[in-house]
């Protein structure tokens, strides 16, 4: 009799995993896409401001989605865009406009992730709003840039540094993490390590999926990156001591490391360390569907 029981109840399971099977790859489709839209940095050069208009640039990318069923569906992307920040657009405040500093970087971002659909859809229809929940994991590179502009009245020349020799230079946008601005890998802080230029972050964002119909789908997505990095911007810590930024980077890297007119006193706080920077991808997806239900499921 328990012999029977345990028979009957082993085979309820596999009648129900198979029915669940042939549901999952009945419903399983892959789509193919592009995505426009804007990219956006959250960090000290722009006093770190959730969303700050003035830093909003065109973002554009790829994208691959395998949809599990209706409820999941995971992703893959690459996206082109770029961040920046300039102290002039806060020159009300004191700090930044003493501080007088600016970046922009292109940024490329690589993601996976899974959306999590809020709301599951008439497949009688094969049209509607689907809203969603995303999170994944991204790689990411940037490569800061600032511009440098020669002033013969710097306090950063001399005479006797060579910085006039930086006048060709005039307007030129120069790559600030070989520069070392903070005093990373000079002799004196040789405990301060250049970053790297390549990062990884955590998305997380919301949208809503429209579907035109069976093959067509737009999506409306915002998605905040979530950094272990301080240094999208190359602002993080204190003002090193310019003479040795200069001696081993030579006058463009002390210049560019603080172009105030009154240089900042060494050692006082350049940024905050405390808060790791953010960047935002934000935009509307068109998605063709390649492949559906094209694969059987195992029959027991």
Not at 64 to 89: C, H, M, P
Not at 155 to 184: C, I, K
Not at 205 to 222: D, I
Not at 239 to 244: I, L
Request: aromatic share 14%; hydrophobic share 35%.
């Amino acid at each position: 009799m328990i012999i029977r029981k345990v028979v009957f109840i082993a085979t309820l399971i596999l009648a129900t995993s198979s029915l669940k099977a042939q549901r999952w790859m009945r419903e399983s489709s892959l789509d193919l896409g592009i995505m426009v839209g804007g990219s956006n940095y959250t960090g000290e050069l722009t006093n770190f401001k959730f969303f700050e208009p003035q830093g909003t640039h065109f973002a554009a990318g790829l994208l691959t989605r395998y949809n599990v069923g209706q409820r999941l569906t995971f992703k893959l992307s690459a996206t082109r865009g770029t961040i920046s920040g300039y102290d002039e657009w806060y020159s009300d405040i004191e700090e930044n406009r003493l501080r007088n500093l600016h970046f922009k970087s292109i940024l490329w971002d690589f993601s996976g992730g899974v959306d999590v659909n809020l709301r599951l859809l008439d497949r009688g229809k094969q049209r509607g709003f689907v809203p969603y929940f995303t999170t994944g994991l991204s790689v990411f590179k940037f490569n800061p840039q600032a511009q440098f502009f020669y002033d013969a009245n710097s306090p950063h020349n001399t005479g006797v540094n060579g910085y006039e020799n930086l006048a060709n230079r005039n307007e030129e946008w120069v790559n600030l993490q070989a520069l070392s601005t903070e005093g990373q890998q000079t002799a004196e802080y040789n405990d301060l390590k250049r970053y790297s230029l390549t990062q990884l972050a955590i998305p997380m964002g919301l949208g809503v999926k429209c579907y035109m119909n069976k093959h067509w789908m737009v999506a409306l997505e915002y998605t905040v990156r979530k950094t272990f990095t301080d240094h999208l911007d190359d602002v993080s810590g204190k003002y090193a001591e310019p003479f040795y930024i200069e001696s081993q980077y030579g006058p463009i890297a002390s210049a560019m490391a603080d172009p105030a007119t009154v240089l900042h006193e060494t050692g006082t706080l350049r940024g905050n360390p405390k808060n790791k920077d953010w960047y935002s991808i934000f935009g509307l997806s068109l998605t063709y569907r390649l492949v559906t239900n094209k694969v059987k499921c195992f029959q027991f």
